[in-house]
């Protein structure tokens, strides 16, 4: 070990420790998140910059506008220059006796208090008498003629319409009582929100209602959320995320002058310096909001420091040293999996009864009852995770070990089948194995069902998950193969698709293939190089024979043309003998026609190797095949063959070496000219097809044509099988040769005795 580097089991250690210290930062940001009030709104309500944006505050403000209102209203009606006017009319009733008495607000408290009714500290009526004078017979109680603190009142029943001087005097009594309330809450004690409610009569005299007499409208506008509302507008001025929805309603309703001079505006300290319920809201907001975010950061990073410490110590199990590959298996690393699967089952069931009997009982110590079921549930999910986590590791080091396969049952069985299974032909192979994956594919489908429907009998609600999880991954496998049996017959078609267009040298990479598909793909790479070595022998071959054919012709030539000149020598002496004469004429003869072999020899060798120097130009085929039949009209004359051709009156321009062009045409005349039946006719045709010009020229032979049209290009070969004529074999080759050296096509037909030749060159232009 290095100077300064961990142990391995140090590592290890290190790695798990802060993995459970992760999982409780995880479970404690849970924890966090779910008693939170705002649990279940999701991450959006953590937008909201501030208390004053959100619904609370909204509905709140709603209630304190009809709270200002009610001021409005009870001010008018209790109050003469700021203070109680105890005159004031309250309600008027008639007796049963036929006279009707209006009561103020002095005779209201007065009877109120004579019957033992009170407000306490918070201006809600206490006290009365144990027997109240309430009665339900309308017919003793007084009639209700009206209420000047309820003016609108409806009465739904005809029973409604009457009540006691008792409950009239306490419903007085709470009105005074709400009051006092509301100056108390706006008035005479600070608060963050601040009022002005205006209202001209026809006088244009103004009825101001204000907790801010010292604000001007500015100053309300500048709190930090204000709202303004016009009586001659149909617009709000507000700066508001929700407007509330009572405020233009109760700013009509209280509207005693019928005109559309008024306005309200309503002014929010978002600062909250005086305590009040906005401020008791904004610090709950803020505190609830810091809690949310603050076990959202944990839960965040909990689960990121789980999957990197995962990581770290799924790299490391197994492992003893850094360095080493060697995989340390513990003993129940040993028992085969199906065992582990068992076992694996059995812990979790154990942890749904110990979760069920035994942690509650053992968690009321330090839990409070109100939080048992969470915390039952949280330790519950915490053991069933340390239960899994065990054993992926422990599947994990049987994985590194490639021990999972061999500790397996079903691989033991396997490993015995499979020698006899690959002994038969491919087809009895794939039907085992596709029989096979049915059969596990359904085993699992019904295992997945059945622990379904058993979920909540076993206690184990997601223990399904596993025999789906193991069919899906069966199912990515047996795609993975078949994806990879595709790709490997891909390549290997394109392997052959290649090597059947001449590319021998191309090789299949069979890098990742399976056994079988490697010794094809070896062997096809063997047949391309086999195939590669033939046609470079091939090539040599050709290559050495050409320079054999160039060499001795070569060589020929030079004795050649001393027997020519020597025979050329004696017939210019004059030999009287007529026998020496007809030899000299032999010798003469047939060293000339040994030059001609000589020489077709040599531009037969010339062509088919390419060994040539083309000068391409534009050339009128239609004037060729003109020149042409005029240059052997009279020699076809002299074996009375008939020249018949059918040539278009325009030009046709093709792109071809002139002097090769007409070493073609003239060897297909001189063909015609040779093995031509005597007394029959040649036809000669130049049509344009397709953008392609073809010249045709036709006869029948003088002997039977008992050989293959593709033959007769070959050299040496000739339709003459008597070889009874003068020709050498080589002029089909070399017409051949030459036109596809100028990017031509040549093609003969053999029909019979019919012998048909066709060259054809693109049109330019």
């Known amino acids: ?153 409806v009465y739904r029943e005809p029973g409604d319409a009457f009540a006691t001087i008792e409950e009239l005097s306490v419903q007085v009594l709470e009105v005074l009582g709400e009051y006092y309330r509301i100056r108390e809450n706006f008035i005479d004690q600070p608060s963050n929100l601040y009022f002005r409610v205006s209202y001209f009569d026809d006088e244009e005299e103004e009825h101001l209602y204000t907790n801010a007499e010292n604000l001007s409208a500015e100053d309300l506008s500048r709190m930090g959320r204000y709202l303004f509302i016009s009586g001659n507008s149909i617009f709000v001025d507000s700066n508001l995320k929700y407007i509330p929805s009572n405020i233009t309603s109760e700013l009509s309703t209280h509207n005693q002058y019928n005109n559309d001079n008024y306005y309200i505006l309503l002014g929010v300290d978002i600062n909250y310096p005086n305590h009040d319920p906005y401020s008791v809201a904004n610090a709950a907001y803020t505190k609830v909001r810091t809690e949310y975010i603050g076990g959202a950061l944990l839960l965040g990073i909990g689960l990121l420091g789980m999957l990197i410490t995962l990581i770290i110590m799924a790299a490391l199990t197994g492992h003893t040293d850094v360095s080493s590959q060697d995989i340390r298996l513990h003993h129940f690393d040993y028992l085969p999996v199906e065992l582990l699967a068992v076992l694996l089952f059995l812990l979790l069931r154990a942890n749904e009864v110990f979760a069920q009997n035994g942690l509650p009982r053992i968690l009321r110590f330090v839990v409070s009852p109100d939080n048992i079921h969470y915390a039952v549930r949280a330790a519950k999910e915490i053991l069933r995770y340390l239960i899994c986590l065990c054993a992926a590791l422990c599947l994990l080091r049987n994985y590194k070990a490639k021990n999972i396969w061999k500790s397996c049952l079903a691989g033991r069985c396997l490993n015995r089948i499979l020698p006899a299974v690959y002994g038969y032909p491919a087809p009895g192979r794939f039907t085992f194995f596709f029989i096979a994956y049915l059969a596990a594919s359904g085993l699992l489908a019904l295992s997945g069902v059945y622990l379904y429907q058993q979920r909540t009998a076993l206690n184990v609600p997601y223990l399904y998950l596993i025999p789906v999880a193991v069919l899906a991954v069966l199912q990515i496998w047996v795609f993975l193969l078949l994806y990879r049996s595709q790709a490997e017959s891909a390549k290997i078609s394109r392997g052959i698709f290649q090597m059947s267009q001449g590319d021998t040298a191309y090789k299949i990479d069979a890098s990742g293939f399976s056994p079988d598909a490697a010794k094809v793909s070896q062997a096809l790479n063997n047949l391309g190089d086999g195939l590669e070595t033939a046609l470079q022998e091939k090539v040599k071959s050709e290559r050495l024979k050409a320079d054999l054919i160039t060499n001795v012709s070569h060589d020929i030539k030079t004795p050649l043309t001393s027997i020519i000149n020597y025979v050329d020598l004696l017939k210019r002496e004059h030999i009287q003998d007529e026998k020496i004469q007809g030899y000299l004429d032999v010798l003469d003869q047939k060293s000339q026609r040994l030059k001609t072999l000589t020489e077709d020899l040599v531009e037969a060798s010339k062509a088919s190797s390419g060994n040539l120097k083309l000068e391409i130009s534009d050339i009128d085929l239609v004037e060729l095949i003109h020149q042409s039949n005029g240059e052997f009209e009279e020699r076809f004359a002299l074996r009375h063959l008939e020249l018949i051709s059918h040539l278009p009156s325009e030009s046709i321009l093709i792109a071809a070496d002139g002097r090769r062009l007409w070493r073609v045409i003239e060897n297909l005349y001189n063909n015609a000219f040779k093995y031509a039946m005597e007394n029959s006719r040649v036809y000669v045709d130049v049509e344009k097809r397709d953008g392609f010009a073809y010249f045709t020229i036709k006869n029948v032979s003088a002997n039977p044509l008992n050989i293959n049209a593709d033959e007769l290009t070959e050299r040496f070969v000739r339709g003459d099988v008597a070889r009874t004529t003068e020709g050498s074999g080589l002029g089909l080759s070399i017409a051949k040769s030459l036109t596809q050296l100028q990017n031509g096509s040549f093609d003969l037909y053999i029909d019979g005795d019919l012998f048909k030749a066709q060259v054809g060159f693109e049109v330019r232009g």
């Open 1 to 153: 070990m290095k100077t300064g580097t961990w142990p391995m089991a140090l590592k290890k250690q290190t790695a798990l420790l802060l993995h459970l210290l992760f999982l409780c930062l995880f479970f404690a940001g849970i924890t966090l998140m779910m008693f939170n009030e705002h649990y279940g709104r999701g991450l959006g309500w953590i937008r909201e910059e501030s208390y004053a944006d959100t619904l609370p505050f909204t509905e709140q403000l709603e209630s304190d506008v009809e709270t200002i209102f009610h001021y409005v209203q009870y001010k008018d009606l209790l109050e003469i220059d700021g203070e109680i006017d105890y005159e004031a009319s309250m309600f008027c009733v008639t007796h049963s006796s036929g006279n009707t008495k209006i009561y103020s607000l002095g005779e209201a408290v007065s009877y109120a208090r004579r019957l033992g009714y009170y407000l306490n500290d918070s201006y809600e009526v206490a006290g009365g008498p144990e027997i109240h004078e309430w009665d339900s017979n309308p017919t003793s109680n007084p009639l209700i003629e009206w209420k000047a603190y309820n003016p609108n009142e």
